[in-house]
């Protein structure tokens, strides 16, 4: 069980907004580690989307941006695209566990 | 470019053996903590085992303590993950993950991973 969590779900028409949060604890987010992004496109191999709460690979489009906050952190993306259909996960450090990193429990993102 | 390509994944009995390995390319592999990552059919990602550069430190989850074991052959450029006494709660695709060290580690690139399934 991932003590990183973020909705099952979320659904967005093409070109809206939609954001997906992930919520931890004073042991993880909240104890000042930094979060990563995940995409995972069905039937292929997660691909890191954002790093260090905010900064983008090289590759990845503006629309897509990350933030911070207190025990949580977002993930936006702008201008829904079909393309954008995919599970996503976030990911960090908890202090508390014997796992040394940890994911959250995943989104997957409709575009309807 | 990058690549890290899994293998060794398939069918094993509970309570048998199996030996994973991610052979990489692209980057100087000697230089990179390297990580194990798994994913159970239809369920979330799970870190298993991390190794660090030159094998000083190796961390990994309760649930394969004893278990499991992680190496590295940096002169092959390959990864290794040993998984003996393998339970029903294994079965996932085991995904190779090289990581950036960072104020908090994360995963720049990806195997396309190796399906491991313990059944009798």
């Known amino acids: 069980q991932s003590v990183l969590t973020q909705p099952p779900s979320v659904s967005g028409a093409p070109g809206q907004r939609v954001t997906i949060s992930c919520t931890g604890s004073?042991?993880?987010?909240?104890?000042?580690?930094?979060v990563h992004w995940y995409q995972q496109l069905p039937g292929t191999a997660p691909k890191l989307l954002i790093y260090?709460?905010?900064n983008r690979p090289s590759g990845v489009p503006d629309r897509i941006s990350g933030s911070k906050s207190g025990t949580s952190a977002s993930l936006a993306i702008s201008g829904l695209q079909a393309e954008d259909e995919a599970d996503y996960y976030c990911q960090s450090y908890d202090s508390s566990l014997n796992g040394f990193y940890v994911f959250g429990t995943g989104t997957k993102v409709t575009v309807l | 470019e990058v690549q890290l390509v899994e293998s060794g994944g398939g069918l094993v009995k509970p309570g048998g053996s199996l030996r994973l390995s991610c052979a990489a390319s692209g980057f100087t592999f000697s230089s990179y903590s390297m990580n194990w990552v798994r994913q159970a059919p239809g369920k979330g990602l799970e870190w298993v085992l991390s190794i660090s550069s030159s094998s000083s430190y190796i961390y990994y989850i309760d649930s394969v303590k004893g278990r499991f074991t992680i190496s590295r052959d940096d002169a092959k450029n390959s990864l290794y993950l040993q998984m003996n006494s393998l339970r029903a709660e294994d079965t996932a695709v085991y995904y190779c993950?090289?990581?950036?060290?960072?104020?908090?580690?994360?995963?720049?690139?990806w195997g396309q991973g190796t399906l491991v399934t313990v059944s009798s």
């Open positions: 004073s042991s993880n987010i909240g104890a000042g580690y930094d």
């Open positions: 993950a090289r990581a950036i060290a960072a104020r908090t580690h994360y995963f720049d690139y």
């Open positions: 260090g709460n905010s």
